[in-house]
């Protein structure tokens, strides 16, 4: 077909001569190569069918110019590169809407797919690096702890155990301490040992050197001669049956007299001022006992015209520490608060606490202030009833510290450690271990790890269920959770709980102990919790369980309702 017909474009309609063809056809045909004309597109193609149909017009284009035999070794010139080139601005200069709308779409979906892939990715390998430092932290935790218990058995031999019993009794003769300890007996020097003898032991010029000594028996249904029941458990054709069961109601008898008392009383209160110097003098008077109180407490009695013999004090943090070496019994006058900074003053082991009731509800405070006097004989005198209330071991452990087991001493507590979010505004984000299993992720107002004695405290606000305090368990209640189906736990008291702050959490959280004590904890800070070997034992007016269900009678008026009415005898 020659290149002067009109099907070429009206441009050629005028018949050229053959020097002018000759001339113009290079620079036209690598036009054309280049830059082909327009191409019918169907509705909708596809990316490949648009680049077999740009080929396909090539080829015809090529296949044109040899056939007129004037251009053909022009096309051959142009290499592959520069085809594809072509071939790519033609699908750039081809609109969007003439491909088709659903691939920008799809595109646009595999970017953010692509996008959500890459940061599941990251936060697994962050997840992973994460848990591998907690689990490190964690066995190095353990491995301290086991490492305790080593050398605590390691110094409990027999010559030690003779010497630490004669330094805490003072009492010369070995024969009748070994002699007081039955097959289900507890005594003194079981429970109130030192945790480190050493030469830090010197006593006061102003504390006393006296200890006496008791030990402490299963008690049953209440009763104080000593007996007790033992757990029997049957296997009979492999079925296992308890036989009986005990209620291992706990006793205590002095072996020796109490020499040495503690008052610890609420301050700003009159009633309390008067009654406590009242208390003192009776004890010097008729019992002659020791009396210890407060350095504060000791300026309050002096100025109200007390004899300064009746009353010693101590001067410093480290006579408070070796308090549990010479106080034989110790005495609160004031509510709960009281009893709490009375178990706060011992780090390690605790004497036996009687309180009495000066505050407002008194979950463990039995005795009424006004029969001071027979209440203080019996205990004197013994046997009587004591509770065992766990406390809880704290330790905050930093993201930054290098040696996560000496960052900060650890923390007692008797009734709650509180995680709370503070004056921020976002959720509290939390999460949570026990032992070495993941429990769940708090997002609510907070956390409240409690001992079964605080279960009718903050945990009992938030939602938590009432525990008999020698129930051995920990109280695992979240604070205002946003989530209906997070209900509180209680867990096995032998487990290791863990808090953490996650890395990703909006704000910081604050830890509370008894109320106290306030501490933040960044993101990648935790909490590490568990039972303290060391309870506070505190003496029943009856029983345990009768002044528990008292107490929660009396004090939070539990399950009172006017009594129905009998049926009308005429229905």
Same mark, same amino acid.
């Given at each position: 077909?020659p290149?002067?017909?009109?099907a %070429?474009?009206p441009?050629?309609?005028d018949?050229p001569?053959?020097?002018?063809?000759?001339e113009?056809a290079q620079p036209?045909?690598r036009?054309?190569?280049?830059n082909?004309g327009?191409i $019918?597109?169907?509705a909708a193609p596809?990316s490949?069918?648009l680049?077999d149909?740009v080929?396909?017009?090539?080829d015809?284009?090529a296949?044109h110019q040899s056939?007129?035999?004037t251009? @053909?070794?022009?096309?051959s010139?142009v290499?592959?590169?520069e085809?594809?080139?072509?071939?790519?601005e033609?699908?750039?200069?081809?609109?969007?809407?003439?491909?088709?709308a659903h691939?920008?779409?799809?595109?646009?979906?595999m970017?953010?797919?692509a996008?959500?892939?890459?940061?599941?990715?990251?936060g697994?390998a962050?997840?992973?690096?994460e848990?591998?430092?907690?689990?490190?932290?964690?066995e190095?935790?353990t491995?301290h702890?086991?490492?305790s &218990?080593?050398?605590d058995?390691?110094?409990?031999? *027999? *010559?030690n155990?003779?010497k630490l019993a004669r330094?805490?009794?003072l009492?010369t003769?070995?024969?009748d301490?070994?002699a007081c300890?039955?097959?289900h007996?507890?005594c003194?020097?079981?429970?109130?040992q030192d945790?480190v003898?050493g030469?830090s032991r010197?006593?006061?010029?102003?504390m006393?050197g006296?200890?006496?000594?008791?030990?402490l028996?299963?008690?049953c249904?209440?009763?104080k001669?000593g007996?007790?029941?033992h /757990?029997?458990v049957s296997?009979? &054709?492999?079925?296992?049956?308890t036989?009986?069961?005990?209620n291992k109601q706990i006793?205590?008898k002095?072996?020796s007299r109490?020499q040495t008392?503690?008052?610890?009383?609420?301050?700003?209160?009159?009633s309390?001022r008067?009654?406590?110097?009242?208390?003192?003098?009776w004890l &010097?008077e008729n019992k002659?006992?020791?009396?210890?109180v407060?350095?504060w407490v000791?300026k309050e009695?002096?100025?109200?015209?007390?004899?300064?013999?009746?009353?010693q004090?101590?001067?410093n /943090?480290?006579?408070t520490?070796m308090?549990h070496t010479?106080?034989?019994?110790?005495v609160?006058?004031?509510g709960?608060?009281?009893?709490?900074w009375?178990a706060?003053?011992?780090k390690?082991?605790?004497p036996?606490?009687?309180?009495?009731?000066?505050?407002?509800?008194?979950f463990?405070t039995?005795?009424?202030?006004?029969?001071?006097?027979?209440?203080l004989d019996?205990?004197?005198k013994g046997?009587f009833?004591?509770?065992?209330r766990?406390?809880?071991q704290?330790h905050?452990?930093?993201?930054a510290?290098? *040696?996560e087991?000496?960052?900060e001493e $650890?923390?007692?507590v008797?009734?709650?450690v509180?995680i /709370?979010?503070g004056?921020s505004?976002?959720?509290?984000y939390?999460?949570?271990?026990? *032992?070495?299993s993941?429990?769940?992720?708090v997002q609510g107002d907070?956390l409240?790890i409690?001992?079964? @004695?605080?279960?009718?405290?903050y945990?009992?606000?938030?939602?938590?269920?009432?525990? %008999?305090p020698?129930v051995p368990?920990?109280?695992?209640t979240?604070?205002?959770p946003h989530s209906?189906?997070?209900?509180?736990?209680?867990l096995p008291?032998?487990?290791?709980?863990r808090i953490?702050v996650?890395?990703n959490?909006?704000g910081?959280?604050w830890?509370s102990?008894?109320?106290k004590?306030?501490?933040q904890?960044?993101?990648?800070?935790?909490?590490i919790?568990?039972?303290?070997?060391?309870?506070v034992?505190t003496?029943?007016?009856i029983?345990s369980?009768?002044?528990f269900l008292?107490s929660? %009678?009396?004090?939070?008026?539990?399950?009172?309702?006017?009594?129905?009415g009998?049926? /009308?005898?005429?229905?």
């Open positions: 077909m290149l002067g017909e009109p %070429h474009g441009e050629l309609q018949h001569s053959p020097e002018a063809v000759a113009s036209e045909s036009l054309r190569s280049l082909p327009p $019918p597109i169907p596809s490949r069918s680049v149909k080929s396909d017009q090539r015809v284009i296949s056939e007129n035999g251009i @053909s070794t022009v096309s010139t290499s592959s590169v085809s594809e080139r072509a071939t790519y033609f699908l750039a200069q081809t609109p969007i809407k003439s491909t088709d691939l920008v779409e799809f595109s646009e979906a970017r953010t797919v996008k959500a892939l890459r940061q599941v990715a990251e697994k962050a997840a992973q690096a848990a591998a430092e907690w689990k490190r932290k964690y190095l935790e491995a702890k086991q490492q &218990k080593m050398k058995c390691g110094s409990c031999t *027999d *010559d155990l003779e330094q805490i009794t009492e003769p070995v024969s301490q070994a300890c039955g097959n007996e507890i003194s020097h079981e429970v109130l945790e003898p030469s010197r006593s006061s010029h102003k006393v006296r200890k006496a000594s008791f030990k028996s299963w008690g249904n209440g009763n001669n007996q007790h029941k /757990d029997f296997f009979e &054709k492999g079925d296992i049956t036989a009986e069961r005990s006793l205590l002095w072996e109490p008392v503690l008052f610890i009383t609420k301050p700003n209160s009159n309390v008067v009654l406590c110097a009242e208390m003192v003098r &010097k002659n006992i020791n009396v210890l407060e350095p000791s009695l002096l100025t109200q015209d007390t004899d300064r013999n009746l009353v004090t101590w001067d /943090d480290e006579e520490k308090l010479k106080v034989d019994l110790v609160t006058l004031g709960d608060g009281t009893v709490l009375a706060s003053l011992f390690g082991p605790v036996p606490v009687v309180a009495f009731a000066m505050g407002s509800l008194g463990m039995p005795f009424p202030s006004e029969q001071y006097r027979d209440c019996n205990v004197l046997p009833s004591i509770t065992l766990n406390r809880l704290c905050v452990i930093r993201d510290a290098k *040696d087991l000496e960052t $650890p923390i007692l008797l009734n709650e509180t /709370d979010r004056i505004s976002y959720l509290t939390l999460e949570c271990y026990c *032992d070495s993941f429990v769940t992720c907070g409240i409690s001992t079964t @004695s605080g279960s009718t405290a945990s009992l606000a938030a939602g938590g269920s009432m525990v %008999h020698q368990g920990i109280l695992f979240p604070i205002c209906l189906s997070f209900r509180p736990l209680i008291e032998y487990v290791t709980l953490q996650p890395y959490s909006r910081h959280a830890a102990f008894d109320g004590d306030r501490k904890l960044a993101p990648g800070d935790a909490l919790c568990s039972i303290s070997p060391w309870p034992p003496a029943c007016l029983d369980t009768t002044d008292r929660i %009678h009396e004090g939070l008026h539990w399950n009172l309702r006017k009594t129905q009998p049926l /009308d005898g005429s229905a």
